[in-house]
């Protein structure tokens, strides 16, 4: 990543906002112009560039980011239960939360560096995962899930003999006389975070999330975290402590993750421990580096690629598939429906991992690394173009 | 009457029973540029990680200015006004030449650690003109840009010598700061070297090119098998009877 000029951040920015907020109309043609799926595509962009914040600049692979993810949605579905249905007080607690958490796994895991530190966060995520389904259960409500209910009434709220799991305060709320019938949703000051609303308040934190991001590559703190990743033990010698700085991005990267999980948790106010599966873990690792590790907006590409794709072929079942075989004879039929079925559906994960092995080989720096290739390669055909323009007007 | 910069008292060092440093006493003066030299494995660099903290001594102690050294932290050690350049030149791989002296300069200014998220690196506008200066005098002008992995070996144990010197360290540690290099880079490392002498900075200096050492060292320590063998001026060395036996046992063999 090289110190890129102000201008050309800027400009960066511009246009990814633009690109963000024009996503509803960019996308239809694609089939994902909806803001159920839009909205996933800018929570996992938040949380791959929360990811690369840590892995792409410092080089420490975390596989264990999914619990901050987790912590984020339980934190936010909290503040609903107890606060208000408003996303504000949710996502600054759940960023705070998971910012406590991390300094807590960080300060423990970044004790190892390489393979032993991804081991130890792949452990500490797994233990949280399991400690949700067991002696967590008061605060997660184990394999139920946490979830919004209704509220208890007053009388026994004023006597403290309540059941939270099953019985909601709200005490903002209440305090605000905001009516509620039946289960009420999210909101941001009364407008409802469904649909296109929901959408663009994610959008709004995803373009701030890449801004920060870019002040941080840009810092005097970013290029720290580069030389971390680049050569750490000379860094020592330099006189830089690489801990603080180590555990500072970890920080960081947990409130992404954190800031993601609540906005989960907003768009749909439920949390489960699944969230915090390896799985999850693993996904945000495909994301960053199939997007492009260490680069700006690649975490981001990622991010949405994996997710629409995620979408398109596990929608596609056998029916489907014989369908588009219809002109194939019946036995030949069958035999591409079976075999085009192992990549799609939940055979989805097949093509995925094909996906990513193909990159790596191909692309180790990602989609971003082709593109730079591609672009390289028009420069100079432009640049052996135009020197031959410039003899033949010579001539 | 000298003042004493760096006390290195009876440090031993072995390494799974092969006695690495035994019975190891080094003063250095202020100012002075004082040279190591010894066949290979003598001990020589093993000698420098102890005073840096990349290794503890099994025994004895490093001061440094009135301060133990022994059992600081690299980074410490480093804030303290010591400084090193490895003798297989350790560089950031992945950053410009530019950035590579950044770094350290940044260490100086700013301390072990700082959280500085919001100003941008490219407005360090200061810092970055001294970084700039500091690679052209050593003739890397136009490798500012350059990233380091992809320099010679030479060009990278230029550009270290840079990130120590940006620092202005009390202490200069070398560990065969002209091994790799052509000849007239190494009498161009001799002259930059010279230079810094009279700004009056503290140097140590292993090196094996005799050229190198008696074009630069106020005084040397012979080490052999991990001890020191001789200690003198340059002309006390060249006429010392044991250290040419320890320089033709090494032919010999
Ligand atoms: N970390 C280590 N572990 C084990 N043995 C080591 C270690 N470092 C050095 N040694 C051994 O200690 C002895 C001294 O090594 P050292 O590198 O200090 O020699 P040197 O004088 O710098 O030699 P050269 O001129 O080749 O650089 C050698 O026998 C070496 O193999
Ligand atoms: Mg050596």
Request: charged share 15%.
């Amino acid at each position: 990543m090289n110190q890129g000029s102000l201008t050309k951040d800027i400009i960066l920015f511009v246009i990814f906002a633009g690109l963000v907020i024009a996503a509803p109309v960019l996308l239809t043609p694609l089939g994902a112009g909806y803001p159920d799926l839009l909205q996933k595509f800018a929570i996992f962009g938040i949380f791959a560039i929360g990811f690369n914040i840590l892995f792409g600049l410092t080089g420490y692979l975390s596989f264990g980011h999914a619990a901050f993810l987790g912590v984020g949605s339980y934190a936010s579905v909290w503040m609903f239960k107890l606060l208000s249905m408003n996303v504000i007080p949710a996502v600054i607690f759940s960023v705070i939360v998971a910012g406590i958490f991390a300094l807590l796994i960080g300060f423990i895991t970044l004790r190892r560096s390489g393979i032993y530190f991804s081991i130890l966060t792949l452990a500490f995520a797994q233990m949280s995962y399991n400690l949700a389904y067991s002696v967590l259960t008061p605060i997660t409500n184990g394999e139920t899930g946490l979830q919004v209910r209704q509220l208890a009434p007053s009388d026994r709220a004023a006597d403290y003999v309540l059941n939270l799991r099953d019985e909601d305060l709200r005490i903002l709320d209440q305090a605000f006389g905001v009516v509620e019938q039946g289960i009420p949703i999210t909101n941001l000051f009364g407008i409802k975070m469904s649909g296109y609303p929901g959408f663009y308040f994610c959008a709004v934190l995803l373009i701030i999330a890449f801004g920060l991001s870019i002040l941080i590559a840009r810092s005097n703190f970013g290029m720290m975290l580069k030389a971390i990743k680049s050569n750490q033990n000379r860094l020592n010698y330099t006189g830089v402590n690489t801990r603080p700085y180590l555990i500072t991005a970890f920080v960081i990267s947990g409130m992404y993750a954190g800031l993601a999980g609540s906005l989960l948790a907003v768009t749909d106010p439920l949390a489960g421990a699944e969230r915090m599966q390896w799985t999850a873990s693993g996904e945000v690792v495909l994301m960053t580096i199939l997007g492009g590790a260490g680069t700006l907006i690649g975490p981001v590409l990622g991010a949405t690629l994996i997710k629409y794709f995620e979408n398109i072929f596990s929608a596609i079942n056998d029916n489907v598939l014989q369908g588009f075989y219809s002109f194939l004879p019946d036995s030949l039929n069958e035999i591409a429906v079976a075999v085009s079925g192992m990549f799609v559906g939940k055979g989805w994960h097949l093509t995925l991992g094909l996906l990513f092995m193909v990159i790596v080989v191909f692309l180790p720096g990602g989609l971003m690394q082709g593109f730079q290739l591609i672009a390289n390669r028009f420069k100079r055909k432009k640049k052996t173009d135009s020197t031959q323009h410039s003899k033949q007007a010579a001539e | 009457m000298e003042n004493i910069v760096l006390h290195v008292n009876d440090v031993h060092k072995s390494f799974a029973g092969l006695h690495a440093l035994s019975d190891i006493d080094l003063a250095v003066r202020e100012g002075e540029t004082h040279a190591i030299i010894g066949p290979n494995g003598a001990g020589k660099s093993t000698l420098l990680n102890v005073c840096i903290g990349r290794l503890k001594p099994d025994s004895g102690s490093v001061v440094f200015d009135g301060v133990t050294l022994t059992g600081k932290k690299p980074y410490e050690i480093n804030q303290l006004g010591v400084a090193r350049v490895f003798q297989t030149p350790e560089v950031f791989p992945d950053l410009t030449a530019l950035d590579n002296v950044m770094v350290p300069a940044l260490a100086k200014r700013d301390g072990s650690f700082k959280m500085s998220v919001i100003k941008r690196l490219s407005r360090e506008k200061g810092l970055r003109a001294q970084a700039e200066h500091m690679l052209e005098d050593l003739g890397m002008a136009d490798q500012m840009q350059q990233i380091a992995s992809e320099m010679s070996r030479g060009n990278k144990r230029r550009l270290e010598l840079a990130m120590s010197l940006i620092q202005k360290p009390r202490l200069l540690l070398l560990d065969e700061p002209t091994a790799g290099m052509a000849r007239h880079d190494t009498n161009a490392t001799i002259d930059l070297l010279k230079k810094i002498k009279e700004g009056g900075m503290t140097k140590v200096i292993i090196e094996h090119d005799m050229h190198v050492v008696f074009s630069l060292a106020d005084r040397i320590s012979v080490l052999a098998g991990g001890r020191i063998i001789a200690q003198g001026t340059p002309d006390e060395i060249k006429n010392n009877p044991k250290v040419k036996e320890a320089y033709l046992g090494e032919e010999q063999v």
